[in-house]
């Protein structure tokens, strides 16, 4: 039998050739995709999904007045246990030394005028509570309150002794350092020189200083007071912050 004749062969057209292959081939694709497992995405949890809870008005209320409720009886509890050391009292009405604070300020101060110079006692509140409080109930020892003296001229110039009370009877205070400055800006500079560690001195050295500074008016009437003011300023500081953290929830 004689072959057809060139223009009448399927494949003779190269439109007729693809006609022919694209059947084949998307053919051939199926059968490969069918021999492949179908992978599905998972789902995504629903709580990555679903929009964040928002209370209303009144749940935010409620909240509030739970919150305030508590708030009124440690307030009234706190107003009705208070009552300022004698200490405190009668410090201030014998010393020559003046209280200098502000509400809501953890610093205080004790100023006075000696000769030429001013005197300056600095400190600040601490917490009542010590956390080292024997198992059984029993307090532990008067926590040291860490001050400074300060020492002052007209100029600018002045001394820093850098102290901590301490428990007992007749030296109720250390000295850790001694700063001496020229001007401002030595007191305020942050990498200044502090002085020495005063019990590196020479013993003569320190007794000196420490006489200097017992003439300033240090003494234990004043640590004493400074230890009993850092723990009455704590506990003011807290009854009014009870009474404007529940004015803000009443409003």
């Not at 640590?223 to 004015?247: G, I, N, P, S």
Request: net charge negative.
């Amino acid at each position: 039998r004689s072959p057809p004749p060139p223009s009448a062969h399927p494949l003779a057209s190269p439109r007729l050739a693809m006609a022919c292959l694209v059947p084949a081939l998307r053919g051939a694709a199926l059968r490969q995709l069918a021999r492949r497992p179908v992978v599905f995405a998972a789902a995504a949890p629903a709580w990555r999904v679903a929009a964040p809870a928002v209370g209303g008005a009144r749940t935010i209320a409620a909240a509030a007045g739970k919150v305030t409720k508590v708030l009124a009886s440690e307030l009234k509890h706190e107003e009705e246990q208070y009552e300022q050391a004698k200490e405190i009292k009668s410090f201030l009405k014998s010393s020559a030394f003046k209280l200098v604070e502000t509400p809501g300020d953890v610093n205080m101060a004790l100023e006075k005028a000696l000769g030429e110079k001013t005197v300056r006692i600095e400190w600040q509140l601490s917490s009542p509570f010590d956390p080292d409080m024997d198992a059984e109930g029993e307090e532990a020892p008067q926590e040291a309150t860490e001050f400074s003296v300060q020492v002052e001229d007209k100029a600018g110039a002045g001394m820093i002794f850098y102290c901590s009370t301490q428990p007992g009877e007749d030296h109720r205070y250390v000295i850790g350092n001694v700063k001496t400055y020229a001007t401002l800006e030595q007191k305020d500079s942050v990498s200044g020189y502090h002085g020495p560690e005063f019990e590196d001195l020479d013993d003569k050295l320190q007794e000196a200083l420490d006489e200097y500074l017992a003439e300033l008016g240090m003494g234990s009437e004043v640590c004493d007071f400074v230890d009993a003011m850092a723990v009455d300023k704590e506990q003011r500081e807290y009854v009014h912050w009870l009474q404007a953290t529940k004015k803000f929830l009443e409003a």
